[in-house]
């Protein structure tokens, strides 16, 4: 678990019980009151984040901090970055997290017809950015997996859900193959350079590296799956309902980083600076490639808003594993609410 702090450096924490009593000496609070004029307004709105730990979500963390974003919209973030959807949803139902802003969603949708507090407020990453790889010469498309064994995450999350509309895509009856749970992205891609699996869905970051790794894309979900909502942002209604402001610039943050990303000429350059500080230099051809398709595909929302098909969307694939049991009204599991108020924030300036 990885947790970082936006307006806190890693030299200011490490320097101990009496750096910190300095911290505090000086914190905006502090100097507010000491000067007699303390006012809600002037101090920054608090916020926990809690996010995966893929590579692309721990970049944009880092580019966020570099462009101070949550500084300039006057709000102060913890983040904390678990390994899987289960603690996404722990750390939010527990009032540990306020908000979850780039992870799929499908399972927030049960989890809320059992009764967890929870609401989709925006959308994020619309498009799937993985391909479907396979290190199996014989396997040149995606109608020649039948009978072959796939490496996903558990049944009926993201992975499994993502191959599942695939192979019904192109007529390929899901039950004709053998999912083997291997985990997340980056542990499929390694089982299929291993030739553990016969094919699996991973990252784009590898994209331009096929050959290096001894792998073929078969086929890329972006395209043959455009109305597939790949991530949101969701939050608690505690949250919601006592932290809204913060939310809201938390959320608008994140808008401008997807537009800059999108739109920038200067996306590029900060993107890899971005990513060198928060991977390392031994990967930089991966991080190229993250950039250039986020910029390409424009993957990215510039809006926030996810629409009733795509939500729907969701709810018929948990229906039909099982995972939900009824369909839930729209208003029931979405509050757009507050993505339209941070757009409205950054968009008049």
Known sequence: ???????????????????????????????????????????????????????????????????????????KTTTVNVA????????????????????????????????????????????????????NPNIRKVEDLKGKTIGTGAIGALLHQMMVALLRKHGVNPNDVQFVNVGSSADVFKSVVGGRVDAGPAMTDVYDQQAQYGVHAIADFWSELPEYPYQGSYASQTAIDGRREGLVRVLAAYCKLYRFMMDDPSAEEAFMKAYKTAIGT????????????????????????????????MQALNLEFGIQKVKLPFDKVVDLSLAREATKLIDQG
Do not use: H, W
């Not at 991966?286 to 595909?297: D, S």
């Open 1 to 75: 678990m990885k947790i970082t702090e936006s307006n806190v450096t890693r030299r200011t924490v490490i320097r101990g019980a009496a750096g910190a009593a300095a911290l505090l000496a000086v914190s905006p609070f502090d100097k507010l009151m000491a000067a007699g004029s303390a006012k809600l307004a002037d101090l920054p709105y608090t916020v926990n984040i809690v996010n995966t730990g893929s590579n692309a979500t721990l970049v944009q963390q880092e580019l966020l901090k570099q462009l101070g974003y949550f500084d300039a919209l006057n709000v």
């Open 84 to 135: 899987d959807g289960s603690k996404l949803m722990g750390s939010l139902i527990s009032a540990q997290s306020d908000i979850c802003v780039l992870s799929g969603f499908s399972q927030v949708l049960p989890a809320i017809e059992k009764g967890a507090q929870l609401k989709v407020v925006a959308a994020a990453n619309q498009l799937i950015a993985q391909a479907l790889y396979s290190s």
């Open 282 to 313: 031994s990967d930089e051809a991966q991080g190229r490639m993250m950039i250039k398709f986020t910029r390409q595909n424009r993957t990215y929302t510039k809006d926030l808003i996810l629409t009733q098909a795509q939500v729907d969307y």
